[in-house]
């Protein structure tokens, strides 16, 4: 695509700036407009070293109102960030709904150029692609708008502009060795570039092309193209278009549905006491593996209210180093997580990698209370099934442990729980009005999870079951599968 | 994807059928269900030579009424196919709302085999898989399903069913030519459907794998991924959810406001008659040539009624040899065209290459007259601006000429023109309530016809406004941009 790119003809200086003129006048216009609509915008600028993107994106913001947009300047991943999956520092910096974000540099040029140096192979390169293809996909499914320019100059130029960069004592320092090192492998990079393109120009998140020759005309083509793109994207806003739902493509399990769920396991106190002892003291040893072979863990939990999720997760956490673990309680979104795409507040809590991460309640909030109660609207949560396959299978591909605990109670054990909270002084404030609320539509939430465990029991990321009419019996199955899971992923390291 | 594609683990002879039993009869309610929603079901079977495709079909329609599915059997193009665009033979078979199209081969199996025999190269193929992308990607904006399975079995495999074919001389004939040759050149084979596939799975049109080793595993497979496909089509079809409007990435031409067209431009009758004939003469000469080079051409107008229109294609059509042309007038759709995508009336319509069609009135009826008396959805008018230029962009890419003319009078022109024809006996059958209708929303068709133009006027096919408040005039302008653009091809073959 790249390759064969025809650039425009450039204008009459007397033209470009006439249209310059008008195109920075209807670009600021757009920007209130952005506001109003709540849009939330992200325009990437990639392309060659020495490109000029940074001047042009100077020249693209003095027009534009600070409040309303943030530059995100994005070289080399920071150690922290390298302990997270590739996409984290990415999707950690989406704006929010009614705000720009200029990314200086992108993925497009983290991925390309671990790939054109070596440092992954083409396997884990083709995996990049696909997670680029659907971290970009579910942004514009989600109400963003993303685009994204390339900034093309050819090899001759390219020298050129760092031969100039280099003569000046205060320009020195933007020549990275980067630039250097593509120039020297233009050819080379042209070709990765080129296929890069190709297999991430979506219908959703096109690339266009800029010439970068001359700095005006390459400000007057990305402005033009800002503006029609957003443009496109408030008509969307406006009259409220959904994405389509996408087919399956992701193998699931054949699972149960909860009334098909046996409860009368129990443990007695003895075998209770006796297995977690030793169950916990495995786990322990297995933490500490995990930490020096850095590999992280995610441990996700549902249930009815009053199942014992607490309790379990205390069983699992009370064997854990607390240096290298996190609980996260999961309540409602605040203002700043609901103003971007729902998963955004999941991907700020990763565990770095060694570490473990539980949630008190998850994710899947989107496909149980959220959906059950009008919080998001039947497309949001109709599309979040595949979505949360889509963020499970990066965490997955990140070589991550992911388990999915469902604690399952029956009606009339909640019930006798409840009663025993309302009726026990210490333990009152663990039950609510919404508690009992909740449980009045007990059969609308069986429909909604029985539905979310069928399309969320992907083979990578299972959801388990714990039977916690005996709380002991739940907690001793989730430590023996999470010690499991553990155990079958350090075999492969 | 296909190279790295991992088998899922067969099951027992026992729960094969049960699950097998299961799924069919699962099958068949979705069959109901999909005429109740007025769906259109496109399933592509593909895949290698000897998979056992056709008989894995003939189980599958085993338990459908043959009422509700058609089956297309597409090995290599005819010679009236190959005349027309590599897409035609699949668009004018796209299924009907509420009925199945099963196609025993698809375009992947034509495209890729062509590129692998060395038919067409590098650019060609590359420029057919954006075609196809495009293809699949507006039958599903438009409600239809598209499911795409590759049959898939080793080399091993291949080369024994092969051979046990050519031993019974009554199934001797199933063993193709390109059956042998993609069993000699497998690995080379398997490189370009790896890429193929790849490049086309896209979000709304995403490849199935089947393996296809044993026909009743591969029965369940096929079974069970439609059954789920169908019924995210049908969540989709009940919350009537649009698709997302893309962003323009075709490059436009700067375009006057109607508003700003001069009507003043006259000829004397002498001028007309002196130059009509001399160009009606060179577009015939120009005719025989393009007869002879192949080269189609299309001619479309649009433009307000009593505009001239009828007068302007009379003078094109008098200078063609009528054994090369056809003129296609265009009124509401039939109940046959009303039932599939909108534009597959006019693939229909498309000319033999080295001939010409002239429609009277065309696709853009969509972003008139349909988005504003409501025959359409807003979504589906908004779309269609994108819709209708990547049309237009197959035609070119076929090296088709074509010419968009908009005949443009004003205000008061028509209505002289409407009084004469009520006035005129032998003219009154031209003028109807509805030109009067019309007429009354003059201003909103006005805004239509100028957004119509802004966003489709591409440089690859630009409209030409006709001033036709003389008609003469218009008719001689029209004449000269057909012979310059026919010209101008000519010169490049």
Same mark, same amino acid.
């Given at each position: 695509?790249?390759?064969? +790119?025809?650039?425009?003809?450039?204008?009459?200086?007397?033209?470009?700036?006439?249209?310059?003129?008008?195109?920075?006048?209807?670009?600021?216009?757009?920007?209130?407009?952005?506001?109003?609509? %709540?849009?939330?915008?992200?325009? !990437?600028?990639?392309?060659?070293?020495? &490109?000029?993107?940074?001047?042009? #994106?100077?020249?693209?913001?003095?027009?534009?109102?600070?409040?309303?947009?943030?530059?995100?300047?994005?070289? $080399?991943?920071?150690?922290?960030?390298?302990?997270?999956?590739?996409?984290?520092?990415?999707?950690?910096?989406?704006?929010?709904?009614?705000?720009? @974000?200029?990314?200086?540099? @992108?993925?497009?040029?983290?991925?390309?150029?671990?790939?054109?140096?070596?440092?992954?192979?083409?396997?884990?390169?083709?995996?990049?692609?696909?997670?680029?293809?659907?971290?970009?996909?579910?942004?514009?499914?989600?109400?963003?708008? *993303?685009?994204?320019?390339?900034?093309?100059?050819?090899?001759?130029?390219?020298?050129?502009?760092?031969?100039?960069?280099?003569?000046?004592?205060?320009?020195?320092?933007?020549?990275?060795? =980067?630039?250097?090192?593509?120039?020297?492998?233009?050819? $080379?990079?042209?070709?990765?570039?080129?296929?890069?393109?190709?297999?991430? =120009?979506?219908?959703?998140?096109?690339?266009?092309?800029?010439?970068?020759?001359?700095?005006?005309?390459?400000?007057?083509? !990305?402005?033009?193209?800002?503006?029609?793109?957003?443009?496109?994207?408030?008509?969307? &806003?406006?009259?409220?278009? =959904?994405?389509?739902?996408?087919?399956?493509?992701?193998?699931?399990?054949?699972?149960?549905?909860? @009334?098909?769920?046996?409860?009368?396991?129990?443990?007695?106190?003895?075998?209770?006491?006796?297995?977690?002892?030793?169950?916990?003291?495995?786990?322990?040893?297995?933490? %500490?593996?995990?930490?020096?072979?850095?590999?992280? !863990?995610?441990? &996700?939990?549902?249930?009815?209210?009053?199942?014992?999720?607490?309790? %379990?997760?205390?069983?699992?956490?009370?064997?854990?180093?607390?240096?290298?673990?996190?609980?996260?309680?999961?309540? @409602?979104?605040?203002?700043? $997580?609901?103003?971007?795409?729902?998963?955004?507040?999941? +991907?700020? /809590?990763?565990?770095?990698?060694?570490?473990?991460?539980?949630?008190? /309640?998850?994710?899947?909030?989107?496909?149980?209370?959220?959906?059950?109660?009008?919080?998001?609207?039947?497309?949001?949560?109709?599309?979040?099934?595949?979505?949360? %396959?889509?963020?499970?299978?990066? #965490? !997955?591909?990140?070589?991550?442990?992911?388990?999915?605990?469902? *604690?399952?109670?029956?009606?009339?054990?909640?019930?006798? /729980?409840?009663?025993?909270?309302?009726?026990?002084?210490?333990?009152?404030?663990?039950?609510?009005?919404?508690?009992?609320?909740?449980?009045?539509?007990?059969?609308?939430?069986?429909?909604?999870?029985?539905?979310?465990?069928?399309?969320?029991?992907?083979?990578?990321?299972?959801?388990?079951?714990?039977?916690? =009419?005996?709380?002991?019996?739940?907690?001793?199955?989730?430590?023996?599968?999470?010690?499991?899971?553990?155990?079958?992923?350090?075999?492969?390291?």
């Amino acid at each position: 695509m790249l390759k064969e +790119w025809v650039k425009e003809d450039k204008l009459s200086d007397e033209e470009l700036s006439a249209r310059l003129e008008k195109a920075r006048a209807e670009l600021a216009i757009r920007q209130m407009k952005v506001k109003e609509a %709540n849009l939330p915008v992200l325009v !990437v600028f990639d392309g060659w070293g020495a &490109a000029g993107k940074g001047s042009v #994106l100077g020249r693209v913001i003095k027009n534009m109102d600070p409040r309303f947009f943030k530059v995100e300047t994005l070289s $080399e991943p920071t150690s922290e960030e390298t302990r997270r999956p590739f996409l984290y520092r990415y999707f950690v910096r989406i704006p929010k709904e009614g705000k720009f @974000s200029f990314f200086d540099g @992108s993925w497009m040029g983290e991925v390309t150029q671990h790939y054109l140096q070596g440092d992954i192979g083409k396997k884990e390169y083709k995996e990049h692609l696909t997670s680029i293809k659907r971290f970009e996909r579910t942004l514009n499914d989600n109400g963003y708008l *993303v685009v994204k320019f390339f900034f093309h100059i050819s090899e001759k130029i390219q020298k050129k502009r760092i031969k100039e960069l280099e003569k000046n004592e205060h320009t020195r320092w933007r020549v990275s060795k =980067n630039d250097l090192w593509q120039n020297k492998h233009y050819e $080379e990079c042209m070709d990765v570039y080129d296929e890069y393109i190709e297999a991430t =120009n979506q219908f959703v998140a096109p690339w266009y092309f800029i010439d970068s020759s001359e700095k005006k005309w390459a400000e007057l083509q !990305v402005t033009e193209i800002l503006i029609s793109s957003i443009d496109t994207a408030l008509a969307n &806003a406006k009259s409220k278009q =959904n994405a389509p739902l996408l087919q399956n493509t992701f193998p699931l399990k054949n699972t149960p549905k909860l @009334s098909e769920v046996k409860l009368d396991k129990t443990l007695t106190d003895e075998e209770y006491r006796k297995e977690l002892d030793a169950l916990q003291k495995r786990l322990r040893a297995l933490h %500490n593996e995990l930490y020096h072979k850095r590999i992280p !863990v995610i441990i &996700a939990y549902e249930g009815w209210d009053a199942a014992g999720k607490g309790g %379990n997760i205390k069983r699992i956490a009370g064997a854990l180093d607390p240096r290298g673990y996190e609980v996260h309680p999961i309540a @409602s979104p605040e203002p700043a $997580e609901k103003a971007r795409h729902y998963l955004w507040r999941f +991907w700020n /809590r990763l565990p770095k990698d060694g570490h473990i991460a539980i949630f008190d /309640r998850t994710w899947y909030g989107r496909v149980m209370v959220e959906r059950l109660e009008g919080f998001c609207t039947e497309n949001d949560w109709q599309r979040a099934y595949n979505e949360i %396959n889509e963020f499970e299978k990066e #965490l !997955v591909d990140w070589d991550a442990v992911v388990i999915k605990f469902w *604690v399952q109670i029956d009606k009339d054990t909640q019930l006798a /729980r409840f009663t025993d909270r309302q009726n026990t002084p210490e333990k009152q404030w663990k039950i609510t009005d919404e508690d009992w609320r909740n449980r009045e539509k007990w059969d609308l939430y069986e429909e909604a999870i029985d539905e979310m465990i069928q399309k969320t029991s992907t083979k990578f990321a299972p959801w388990y079951i714990l039977e916690s =009419n005996d709380k002991k019996y739940a907690r001793i199955k989730a430590l023996k599968i999470v010690i499991k899971a553990i155990e079958k992923k350090l075999e492969t390291k």
